[in-house]
């Protein structure tokens, strides 16, 4: 009887190759909701300004004097004084600004808004009855701005400072119209064959009403004024060396008329009050500038017109 042993084979396996359980991946949590924040609307409501404050700006504007082309002499401004107005002047870091008084007036005091970021000193120059005292400014960076009153013994400068960034004015000083007129009307009186200039002229009963436009002309007056029976134009210095303009009264109806009127100087005397005239020069390329009287605090003003 065969016997036959059987051997039940075994397979070994490593483990390196056994198959890993697979792996439980856990539920993601869904995540936290959180309430919609709702935009936060933010609301400006701008304050209307204080009539009183409005006011106040409405006439330091209408007062301000801005640095006119005609009125440069070389590099140095030369405007006309009037009480009460306020000269805008530019400066800029690093250079340094002179403010020119009338020969022979002495100064009182200076005070200034802002001390602090703006170097103000003064001197003189001359000697005797042609002494003359200079205000120099000079502001520390630019974007800077502040005011400068300067008092002395004949009146009172309101001065604007405006720091630029490199530009700055070199120079300025004044005419006075009031101081020049007396001075041709005691010349006039004094010459035998010469009419005067403006009799009875009294500085308080000067007007200066009066609105200019029209053309950027080298000879643009720099104002017009009356004393209620004439009217004085004044030009800058140098009408002395180039072409006067003829001076026309403009009518009723905008019709010209050649007016009659005389020349002291750096000022037309018109021996009448008008409403418009306008001063003409050239004729294929006519400069062409007005001189209109406007209302006087807001009301008209009345005159001898002939």
Do not use: C
């Not at 005070?111 to 042609?130: F, L």
């Not at 003829?246 to 000022?267: C, D, K």
């Amino acid at each position: 009887m065969r016997y036959l042993l059987a051997v039940s084979a075994i397979t070994i396996v490593p483990a390196s190759a056994q198959i890993a359980p697979p792996k439980v991946t856990p539920p993601i949590a869904p995540p936290a909701t959180t309430p919609t924040s709702k935009p936060v609307l933010h609301v400006y409501v701008k304050r209307k300004a204080s009539p009183n404050v409005a006011r106040v700006a409405a006439a330091n504007r209408a007062a301000t004097q801005e640095p006119q082309a005609q009125g440069f002499v070389n590099a140095a401004q030369v405007f006309p004084f009037a009480d009460g107005a306020i000269y805008q002047v530019y400066t800029a870091p690093g250079a340094v600004t002179d403010i020119a008084l009338q020969p022979g007036e002495s100064l009182v005091a200076v005070a200034a808004g802002d001390t602090v970021r703006w170097v103000i000193g003064d001197t003189t120059s001359g000697t005797g009855a042609d002494k003359r005292t200079h205000i120099l400014v000079k502001p520390f960076a630019s974007g800077l701005a502040t005011n400068l009153v300067i008092t002395t013994d004949r009146r009172s400068y309101h001065v604007q400072l405006t720091a630029t960034a490199r530009t700055a004015m070199a120079a300025l000083s004044w005419t006075y119209p009031a101081d020049q007129l007396i001075a041709l009307h005691r010349a006039a009186e004094q010459a035998a064959a010469a009419a005067p200039v403006a009799e009875g002229l009294s500085v308080d009963s000067l007007h200066f009403n009066y609105a200019i436009s029209g053309d950027q002309a080298a000879w643009r007056p720099l104002r017009a004024f009356d004393d209620g029976r004439q009217t004085f134009v004044e030009f800058p210095a140098s009408i002395a060396v180039g072409e006067a303009p003829p001076f026309f009264i403009i009518g009723v109806g905008g019709e010209a008329e050649l007016a009659n009127y005389r020349v002291r100087g750096r000022f037309y005397v018109v021996d009448r009050i008008f409403d418009v005239a306008e001063l003409r020069l050239g004729t294929k390329k006519q400069q062409i500038v007005r001189i209109s009287r406007v209302a006087e605090s807001g009301g008209s003003r009345t005159g001898k017109r002939s």
